[in-house]
């Protein structure tokens, strides 16, 4: 199976917006509502930010959000802070009941 | 609080056989509500599903990885553990094992800090 695709680098300043995008095909992102998206800081366990394309787990800001259109999902993050630089990965579900990550993208904080 | 621990040899020679254990704490692997996963990340790299465990041991597999990777579970030591053969150095990576809310939440809620395993000889 094929890594969903990824902008390698984004970066904003603090307070702006900043959307990252994750490409796959109707037979994983485009096909089920099962794209999940991840915060990671190198040397540190991966956060779960957004699952189920739009849903929020308890705790994580209302500052991230995701959205979908086709075979593209979207995370977008408000009011940058400079806690929010890391790495970030989309995973989907696929119709081979498998799963697969995005290859990350590294946001950087102005 | 759930947590998740991965234990193991933090070099493995070519050709031999990688194996870890996740040992979760504050909660049971037997819930009939998760499956228990595990992710990799080579080094300059991203995140790689491996596979997925049920507390019944139903297995799923990254295709790519399927005929080499096994993992079990043993609910009376609340572990779940993973064995890939016939490594070689592309699979040296920091490996993570991750709570997996395939049927409800379809996504990896709580994960280990990761073990760093190097293939050399």
Redesign the interface.
Known sequence: QSALTQPASVSGSPGQSITISCTGTTSDVGGYNYVSWYRHHPGKAPQLMIYDVSKRPSGVSNRFSGSKSGNTASLTISGLQAEDEADYYCNSYTSSSTWVFGGGTKLTVL | QLQLQESGPGLVKPSETLSLTCTVSGGSISSSSYYW?W?RQPPGK????IG?IYYSGNT?????LKSRVTISVDTSKNQDSLKLSSVTAADTAVY?C?RH?WLT?????I????TMVTVSS
């Open positions: 996963g992710i991203g995140l790689e599903w997925s799923y597999y990254n295709p790519s993570y991750a809310l939440l379809h996504a990896f809620d994960w280990g800090q990761g």
